[in-house]
């Protein structure tokens, strides 16, 4: 496994990072298993947030870890917090933040989290309100670290100006098929193409810019529901690409495409979300692949990319 320091985070963390959204799926000894097979793979991060199975995925991995030989020291656990389906909006209020934070730890039953994001932004949100959440939280030793999700660059600034911590994170969606976060800087200026768009404020390099680890959701995904890309007959120059990669490397497909992520020289995390096992292992092999810039290349063209 590969791992990374988050420079405004937690230090030796794997570039993998184990996705909880299915887990409510799951029996608890299922459950285990999966949390036991990605620690063996060298996973030792795991991704919640409040809104998978509306709590449920947290109350499961608690049934789960102590079937699992694990202690709390030996594992990185992250949750989100501010989707709230049940009434329909974002809420990034103190008292929601707050209660959030004390209802995942109940869920979960630790005793603090290494790192907190609040999901997706609030447009409605004031930003002396989360900074006097994360104050609390810190000082009362609940939450160590804190980053967020999906958010453009001013949102981070507006939300640093207010906070006293780091915010060492922000979760966004990445992959061969998704690439907008890195296509913009490719086509810009271009009239041509829909690639040149810039769809998230130059995310990427402002995250580089400010010591901000991306860690990339939904890393094999088409769209946002989609389903996967790989073996997936809407893309077969990219199934051809990914394969002919796997055969030299001796891994999959699915390998190859998380390599692809973490061959990019801002060290991103991506976030795997199988539940199997064996996809767990044949997936965590991506952090031994070595990609070269040549193939890295070939693999962006091959998703329907062009150079200019």
Known sequence: MKYIDILNGPKNVSAIIQGCMRMPDLTKEA?????????????NFFDHAT???????EARFKEAFPMT??????IIIQS?????????????????????????????????????LLHRPDVLYDPEEVAEAFDILEKAGKVKY???SNLVPMQIELLKKYVKQPLGINQVQLSLEQSQLIDQALYMNNKTTQFS???????????RLNDITIQAWSPLQVGMFGGTFIDN????????????????????????????????????????????PDHIKDISAAAEVKLSHHDWYALYLAAGKYLP
């Open 233 to 276: 007959p809407d893309f077969p120059e990219l199934n051809k690409a990914l394969g002919e990669l796997a055969d030299r490397e001796g891994v999959s497909k699915s390998a190859i495409a998380i390599a692809w992520i973490l061959r990019h020289p801002a060290k991103m995390q991506a976030i795997i979300g199988t539940m199997n």
């Open 197 to 207: 768009i810039n769809r998230d404020g130059n995310a990427l390099d402002y995250c």
């Open 31 to 43: 459950a285990a298993d999966v949390i036991r097979t990605a620690y063996e793979c060298g996973i």
């Open 69 to 74: 030989g694990l202690k709390r020291e030996d």
């Open 146 to 148: 804190f980053g967020v």
């Open 51 to 57: 809104c998978y199975g509306n709590g449920e995925a």
């Open 80 to 116: 989100k917090c501010g989707l709230c389906f049940d009434r329909n909006e974002f809420d990034w209020t103190k008292d929601n933040i707050l209660s959030s934070v004390d209802g995942i730890l109940e869920r979960l039953d630790i005793d603090y989290l290494d790192t907190l």
